[in-house]
């Protein structure tokens, strides 16, 4: 069994995105918590963009998560989370783009980051502005998801893809926070229980922050 090592913090959405690929793949790895806002040596060396997730694997170093996710994808094709068709890849890469770019700016950083990445790196204390603004923001996001979910069965289509690992990934994370009002939206709702009861869940679903304590139905699958 092809055995990968993956330079990983624990409640990154982008870690958890390739955590998630490599467990749906069934590749074992070992996973090494980095202090990447340290920047070490040894780290810059294998990124020098100084940031995780960092894979070791087929006698690579990787970098970038939706590099990393489409390598994987690639490289083990079953079971498959691109579609075949180019317009289909499109609307994943796209819902990718959503989630790692514009729900992570307006939500995650403001949320996530301010209330644990800042204390867990000694950066002080959260900004109440940031959280509010992305207490408001992260409305509008399951609004969008509800949306989608209302004509597919999945974010991108009528199968599962990187995309919804993408979204289940930020969530997740930020469920771990209590940030998540489950109740906003039932579909989405229900498509999270779906995703969330996936063995690919079963690590992510069991880290442990210190100073962080997760809600009760964080590992409920059947919240």
């Not at 997730?53 to 939706?66: C, F, I, N, Q, Y």
């Not at 923001?137 to 974010?155: E, N, S």
């Not at 930020?170 to 489950?182: F, G, R, T």
Request: hydrophobic share 40%; charged share 30%; net charge positive.
């Amino acid at each position: 069994m092809t055995t990968a090592r993956l330079f990983h913090v624990p409640l990154s959405p982008f870690c958890r995105k390739v955590r998630l690929v490599l467990a749906e793949k069934r590749i074992e790895v070992e996973l090494v918590e980095e202090r990447y806002w340290e920047a070490s040596p040894d780290f810059l060396r294998r990124n020098p963009a100084a940031k995780v997730p960092v894979l070791k694997l087929d006698g690579r170093t990787m970098a970038e998560s939706a590099a990393i996710c489409e390598y994987l994808d690639e490289t083990r094709p079953d079971p498959a989370l691109m579609p075949r068709e180019a317009a289909q890849r499109l609307e994943v890469r796209r819902l990718i783009g959503w989630f790692d770019d514009k729900f992570h700016n307006e939500v995650t950083s403001k949320l996530l980051y301010e209330r644990v990445n800042k204390k867990v790196s000694g950066q002080g204390y959260p900004d109440s502005g940031n959280v509010k603004a992305g207490s408001r923001a992260i409305k509008y996001h399951l609004d969008y998801m509800h949306w989608l979910l209302d004509h597919r069965r999945w974010l991108a289509g009528d199968v599962m893809t990187l995309a919804d690992f993408a979204a289940a990934a930020h969530l997740s994370s930020l469920d771990y926070i209590s940030d998540v009002d489950w109740n906003r939206s039932a579909v989405v709702k229900d498509w999270y229980a779906k995703i969330k009861s996936r063995p690919a869940f079963r690590s992510i679903l069991a880290d442990q922050v210190p100073g962080f304590r997760p809600p009760p139905h964080y590992t409920d699958l059947d919240f």
